[in-house]
């Protein structure tokens, strides 16, 4: 009996780079026409499932295992454009919330009509969808893993990234 040879790991991580770099450039493109980028998307999608929640821009940077200051960037973009507005607390004055504005509900909305980023999958069917989905969790497991392992970045917490990876897998995806 034959075997096929199993894949080289880069040649994998390869294909994994290729298909990231692809796809989140069809998603900036149709965002673009929104005059949003796919992290603003992101940010926006966050702070609509944790409408209950106090949001602050220290979340949103674990979320995205970012640096705070980049991400304080992006949230000044965004209340400047008026879909969200930055809030000190009143309590704890260098505490900032950061909460959803109308016009960053809609514009949450119609990013999420992924029109053409739901063509990248079309020629998949709902059993490959499923497999696709399972194995990329697993290697993004496994890289927080590894991540959280490294000695060079011992002093992330990267626990909010995988919870909010699990709220995912069991909430309707917008």
Do not use: C
């Not at 309590?91 to 909460?99: P, S």
């Amino acid at each position: 009996m034959t075997r096929t040879p199993r894949l080289n790991t880069f040649e994998i991580w390869g294909i994994i780079m290729q298909a990231r770099a692809v796809a989140y450039n069809v998603r900036r493109k149709e965002l673009t026409e929104q005059d949003l980028t796919p992290e603003q998307a992101g940010i926006l999608n966050i702070l609509h499932k944790g409408k209950t929640k106090i949001i602050t821009p220290a979340k949103i940077a674990k979320e995205y295992l970012r640096e705070p200051h980049t991400i304080s960037v992006i949230l000044k973009r965004m209340e400047d454009k008026g879909l969200i507005a930055l809030t000190k607390n009143l309590a704890r004055r260098n505490m900032i919330r950061v909460t959803l504005t109308e016009k960053g509900e809609n514009a949450r909305t119609d990013a999420f009509r992924l029109d053409r980023t739901s063509k990248l999958f079309e020629n998949l069917s709902d059993d490959e969808i499923k497999t696709l989905y399972s194995l990329l969790t697993k290697v993004m497991n496994n890289s927080v893993k590894a991540l959280a392992e490294s000695a060079s970045d011992t002093n992330r917490d990267l626990s909010i990234f995988h919870e909010y990876d699990t709220k995912l897998k069991s909430e309707d995806l917008p």
